[in-house]
């Protein structure tokens, strides 16, 4: 039994850090597409193929395998996290600045780790306190460039706010997502959400006359980030909220921003600086830390 249990942490971790890459790559995969697409659209389509991904990870599901009590997690998670969030994170996007929102975006991890720790009784040690301060000075450092004025953080714009809200939205998918997967199978979660949420954007996006706007020449690129950077990234961040814990996966998810940057040098050539390289050294301490703590915890079991 403990096997098992230190089998499925690993797996935990390895599912979260892989997941980090992809999540990581979205961002240079999306630009040519975003350059044509309404970012509403865009959305709903991602969110229709991150479903049609799941369908090859849910074959030997058999039946529907959900239960009626399991009907408000769903809707929970599709509301808040396929259905609000990306309506008010775009809405806000189109009112306030690219910089404010790269900022205001990453307090998604903020967000769903104080949700975790107060809400939903997730616990760290004092190791693990450390390490989330860690990681999300990391994460501040990236998104800042460690320039600030006095307008940055003007939250008094109503774009900021909705932008925060969003955030908000998402963490509580976060935490709510955890449960689910203790109980429904996580392909067919996966599949359930891309299908309702997505299907939903697109009847939006159709209602507001948004065209479709994809080219032929951007469908591969299109196809990689709904299938795979988020059908698939989805995926396997639900099997670390399973394994790991909220809390943890959260941190190690965080990490896509150091994966992001490394996939923007080599395919968009963009310069790493070196404040950057201090938050990736920042945000690995921290990581370490939560896998040391965690290796500690599971030899202690053992003896």
């Given amino acids: 039994m403990i096997q098992l249990n230190a089998k499925s ?18 961002s240079t995969a999306s630009k040519p597409v975003l350059a044509n697409t309404n970012p509403i659209m865009y959305g709903a389509l991602v969110y229709l193929l991150a479903a049609l991904s799941s369908v090859p990870l849910s074959y030997k599901v058999k039946g529907f395998q959900v239960k009626a009590k399991d009907w408000p997690l769903i809707l929970a998670i599709t509301v808040s996290g396929a259905i609000l969030a990306p309506v008010l994170f775009f809405t806000g996007l189109e009112q306030t600045t690219a910089s404010d929102t790269a900022v205001l975006s990453n307090s998604e991890t903020i967000f769903t780790v104080l949700f975790a720790l107060i809400f939903f009784k997730e616990k760290l040690r004092p190791r693990g306190y450390l390490a989330v301060t860690l990681v ?23 774009g900021n706010l909705l932008i925060i809200l969003s955030m908000a939205l998402w963490a509580l998918d976060n935490n709510i997502s955890k449960i689910a997967a203790q109980r429904i199978d996580i392909s067919r979660l996966v599949q359930l959400k891309g299908i309702i949420g997505g299907g939903i954007l697109f009847i939006f996006a159709l209602a507001l006359k948004i065209p479709i706007g994809v080219t032929l020449f951007e469908i591969p690129n299109l196809l990689l980030v709904g299938m795979i950077g988020f059908g698939i990234a989805l995926y396997l961040f639900l099997h670390s909220l399973r394994r790991i814990g909220t809390v943890k996966t959260m941190l190690i998810y965080s990490t896509g921003t150091v994966f992001g940057l490394f996939f923007a040098t080599i395919f968009l050539h963009e310069n790493i600086r070196e404040y950057q390289i201090l938050a990736i050294a920042l945000m ?9 703590e965690s290796h500690n915890m599971e030899k202690l079991h053992q003896d």
């Fill in 9 to 26: 942490t690993r797996i935990g971790y390895a599912s979260a850090i892989l997941c980090a890459v992809l999540v990581g790559s979205i």
């Fill in 136 to 158: 999300l000075t990391g994460v501040f450092i990236v998104t800042t460039n460690l320039q600030f004025s006095g307008v940055f953080f003007n939250l008094r714009k109503e």
């Fill in 284 to 292: 690995l301490a921290g990581i370490y830390l939560v896998t040391k």
